[in-house]
């Protein structure tokens, strides 16, 4: 694995960026097309038709078909294979649950549109509702995979689909209701009198995303880039527990002897990966570059892109790559709100961790089943701000602990010298 010594300058290049201001618009459509949708009662979609109707290119609408054909949504007899079911639901009913989109059932707004809060009588369950804009820059392509994938997808740390409404024009995803909103809400611009998260907090909110990202890399069939990993798409049950969400520009992985997907560059500027930004050809090493600056954001609290700084700390990555390289600026890392309440051992892991999802060379990036290891390990490392302790618990994997410590320091040498990174007896100084 590599070292922090090896991370070159930061290359720039402009990305395409998902989010849109614009608001959707509202209209209601004729009952009995809803009916015959709702008794389809799976993720029957008409992908061709929609696709058509939305004037989508035929390379878009070619992909489309491909990605969905990947997907092996349906056998040779054309029946359901490995899906479960999406509920279809009627404009109307959402509309009800939203009380019409009411401004105070309102909950953020992203690339696809915006988000409300919404109780549905059917099932009795308050429920989270995207509404595509038909302005923004996520048509029914992102529509059709986000319903796709999000299908197929059952993981704790994923965002569970409810279903969905295809109606006319309308196209509406309806999944679980996370109460604390996203990662983004509790990191950056908080309101005067709101906590700062904690440092044991921030580590079970990284572990966790990362054992999202491991199920679509190593256990979907088949396998995931998400393309899309931010603070924003993270959201958080009522205990802090994490779950990614927004998988419309989700792309199937490469597969036998291929090494990437080569398509347009699509993502947010700040996250997506230099590989990807400058030849538009996707791996899974892309998503791991994309957590490295999640991680970042949650040990430094900075934004990913805040041009309210300095100019030489507008982009959160240029700004961190020299200090990667001087363990003695490694405290000038830390969330200043986090108001010196973390362990110094925890904080050096967490940077090794974060410069080695950082890279530039996809290649030094490590393994996604790699970082859950270690994050693991540091979540379950409870920091205790009052008796400025470590709880002592094994290791699960002793070299994966002295591989992040070598990538901390530099070198094996000066690891097995220094009482801070030693993971071994489980000790804080």
């Known amino acids: 694995m590599g070292c922090l010594r090896c991370i070159g300058k930061p290359r720039k290049r ?3 960026n998902v989010h849109s201001n614009n608001s959707p618009k509202h209209s209601n459509n004729n009952k009995n097309n809803a009916f015959e949708e709702r008794n389809k009662g799976r993720v029957g979609l008409n992908v061709k038709a929609n696709v058509k109707r939305e ?9 489309l078909s491909l990605d969905v054909k990947k997907l092996n949504l349906r056998d040779n007899n054309g029946n359901p294979s490995n899906v479960n079911k999406a509920m279809t639901f009627t404009f109307d009913e959402l509309a009800a649950a939203t009380g019409n989109f009411r ?15 919404g109780h549905l009588e059917s099932i009795n369950q308050v429920v989270a509702i995207k509404q595509l804009d038909p302005h923004g820059l996520q048509g029914i392509r ?12 059952d993981h704790p740390n994923l965002v569970k689909s409810i279903g969905f409404c295809a109606e006319g024009d309308q196209r509406l995803l309806v999944y679980e209701y996370m109460p604390l909103g996203s990662l983004e809400h509790h990191l950056h611009d908080l309101p005067p009198g709101k906590r700062p998260i904690s440092w044991n907090t921030r580590m079970k909110i990284a572990a966790g995303a990362a054992k999202g990202l491991e199920y679509l890399h190593d256990k979907m069939k088949p396998p995931v880039i998400y393309r899309d990993l931010k603070c924003s798409n993270i959201l958080l049950d009522e205990k802090y527990h994490a779950k990614l969400s927004d998988f419309g520009l989700a792309k199937v992985g490469p597969s036998g002897d291929k090494s990437h997907v080569s398509t347009r560059v699509m993502g947010t500027y700040g996250y997506c990966a230099p590989d990807y930004a400058m030849t ?12 490295g ?20 700390e507008e982009n959160l990555v240029a700004w961190a790559r020299p200090l990667f390289k001087d363990r003695k600026r490694f405290a000038e890392m830390v ?11 925890g904080l050096y892991q967490a940077l090794a961790i974060a410069a080695m999802c950082l890279q530039e060379q996809p290649n030094m990036r490590p393994n996604t089943a790699d970082v859950v290891t270690a994050l693991d390990f540091l979540a379950s490392q409870k ?12 290791s699960p994997n002793q070299k994966m602990d002295d591989q992040w410590c070598v990538a901390s320091t530099g070198s094996e040498t000066e690891r097995s010298d220094d009482p801070e990174c030693s993971v071994r007896n489980g000790s804080e100084i």
């Open 14 to 16: 402009l990305v395409s």
């Open 55 to 63: 004037g989508n290119s035929n390379d878009d609408e070619n992909q």
């Open 103 to 117: 401004p105070d059932c309102f909950l953020g707004e992203g690339g696809f549109g915006k988000v409300y809060k």
């Open 142 to 153: 992102e529509f059709v995979i986000e319903v796709l994938t999000l299908s197929l997808v």
């Open 280 to 291: 538009g050809q996707l791996t899974f090493k892309s998503d791991i570059y994309s957590f």
């Open 293 to 312: 600056v999640v991680l970042l954001e949650l040990i430094t609290g900075r934004k990913v892109i805040d041009h309210r700084r300095p100019e030489k």
């Open 335 to 345: 969330d200043p709100l986090l108001e010196g309440k973390y362990p110094v051992r």
């Open 383 to 394: 920091y205790d701000p009052h008796t400025y302790s470590v709880s002592k618990s094994p």
